[in-house]
């Protein structure tokens, strides 16, 4: 399909970063783009309309996603769907249950009664599995066999962790870590990710979009393998702090997570801790990849310079 032929595009989870690089690359190409979202006057998603479409061509509607009547009437005049919802901790009545197996289930039931979404995509996560003690990566695989119960015009996109400078981005919140503690007691030290650029994810949806990709799982890694330590190593450099990293075992790494976990915002949990222990974060070697979707992969050394000098003690120009 022609990218000239899609009418719109709507986006459930757009307000993220992940989801706001896509929108302007969408926009970008000419594409009308919708995003459901709970709080239409997010700073973030108004800057979004004004800056990078033309009037319209953006708009963003307030419902209650885990409303089946809303998700029907939000989708109705939509070809594709994207759904980018997801959360990284629960808190309250938000569960990894509700958010990502339950809300999958309601988007794609109605979807499949409707008819009237030509391809939905869903994004999903490396490493997810049944019966496992992380309840992230189980709601994860629960919403994927979901999509493929319920639908046979997916695309089912499985990234690494994603850097570019989000609020939420992993490297911002290393940052302030290794800003705050001369050491750091680290769970899974030699666990593997493969960073990838959220422009690089942008990329890649549009691929899949113009291509027709269906019935298939794409991994979205980045083009090289770093384990924890590794990454954290990167991110000191970048924000000219010193830090002594001690690797620490699976009973003190839950204590950790255990212990931040209580916080409103945290920055570990107990749950994060078992993600971390359940395996690597890198392709597998089963679905295609970005590279294989002929997209340049972009090096996080060469992006993460132009935000994390926000965290040197003496500037930009610090040495």
């Given at each position: 399909m022609s990218l000239a032929y899609v009418k719109k595009i709507c986006l459930f989870g757009g307000a993220g970063f992940i989801g706001r690089s896509i929108v302007r690359l969408l926009a970008k190409n000419g594409f009308e783009v919708k995003i459901a979202t709970r709080s239409p006057f997010d700073q973030d998603l108004l800057e979004l309309k004004s800056t990078v479409s033309d009037p319209g061509q953006i708009s963003v509607e307030k419902i209650n996603i885990h409303s089946k009547s809303q998700i029907k009437d939000f989708i109705k005049d939509c070809e594709i769907c994207i759904n980018l919802v997801g959360i990284l901790y629960e808190k309250g009545s938000n569960t990894f249950k509700k958010i990502h197996t339950i809300f999958a289930d309601n988007l794609t039931s109605v979807i499949k009664e409707t008819k009237s979404i030509k391809h939905y995509i869903h994004f999903s996560s490396l490493g997810v599995k049944n019966n496992t003690s992380s309840n992230y990566l189980e709601s994860k695989y629960k919403a994927e066999e979901i999509v493929k119960k319920n639908l046979k015009n997916y695309t089912i996109i499985k990234p690494s962790i994603v850097f570019g400078g989000g609020k939420k981005d992993f490297t911002n919140t290393f940052a302030k870590l290794v800003n705050l503690f001369p050491v750091i007691p680290l769970a899974g030290?030699?666990?593997?990710?493969?960073?990838?650029?959220?422009?690089?994810?942008?990329?890649?949806?549009?691929?899949?979009?113009?291509?027709?990709?269906?019935?298939?799982?794409?991994?979205?890694?980045?083009?090289?393998?770093?384990?924890?330590?590794?990454?954290?190593?990167?991110?000191?450099?970048?924000?000219?702090?010193?830090?002594?990293?001690?690797?620490?075992?699976?009973?003190?790494?839950?204590?950790?997570?255990?212990?931040?976990?209580?916080?409103?915002?945290?920055?570990?949990?107990?749950?994060?801790?078992?993600?971390?222990?359940?395996?690597?974060?890198?392709?597998?070697?089963k679905n295609r990849t970005l590279s294989d979707l002929n997209i340049k992969l972009t090096d996080i050394r060469k992006v993460i310079p132009n935000y994390l000098w926000r965290f040197r003690k003496g500037g930009q120009f610090a040495k």
């Open positions: 030290a030699t666990v593997k990710f493969a960073p990838v650029y959220v422009g690089d994810i942008a990329l890649g949806v549009e691929k899949i979009i113009d291509q027709e990709i269906k019935m298939e799982t794409i991994e979205f890694v980045g083009n090289e393998i770093f384990n924890l330590t590794e990454i954290i190593k990167i991110i000191s450099n970048e924000t000219r702090v010193k830090n002594l990293i001690i690797p620490i075992p699976s009973w003190l790494g839950k204590l950790q997570g255990l212990v931040l976990g209580l916080a409103p915002n945290p920055m570990l949990t107990l749950d994060q801790v078992r993600t971390l222990e359940s395996g690597d974060n890198i392709a597998t070697g």
